[in-house]
Nanobody
Framework: QVQLVESGGGLVQPGGSLRLSCVASGSRFTIGAMGWFRQVPGKQRELVAE???????NYLDSVKGRFTISRDNAQKTISLQMKSLKPEDTAVYYC?????????WGQGTQVTVSS
């Protein structure tokens, strides 16, 4: 089992920035892909960004050029730097990790973009 703890959410004005972090613990073996999903009430959870152990990244089209995902394998952490935030980025952001073929999830952190 892997435990994931997110931090860094909050309230920000449009055009502002936030940085989310996720720390994994409890793994004995290498963690596979990690990333961030987000969800708003009434909609499906969507993939925002993901990163492999080798640093290959993938982004949701609407966040390309604004969000950057990074990873520290030694520290078992990932971060999501979010810039030029828009109201439509408002959601609960969930960290996930693929560990031994099973997806593990954090509890989520709220990001609200509003003036």
């Amino acid at each position: 089992q892997v435990q994931l703890v997110e931090s860094g959410g909050g309230l920000v004005q449009p055009g502002g920035s936030l940085r989310l972090s996720c720390v994994a613990s409890g793994s004995r073996f290498t963690i596979g892909a990690m990333g961030w999903f987000r969800q708003v009430p009434g909609k499906q959870r969507e993939l925002v960004a993901e990163i492999t152990t080798r640093g290959i990244t993938n982004y949701l089209d609407s966040v390309k050029g604004r969000f950057t995902i990074s990873r520290d394998n030694a520290q078992k952490t990932i971060s999501l730097q979010m810039k030029s935030l828009k109201p439509e980025d408002t959601a609960v952001y969930y960290c996930y990790a693929d560990y031994l073929g099973v997806d593990h999830w954090g509890q989520g952190t709220q990001v609200t973009v509003s003036s």
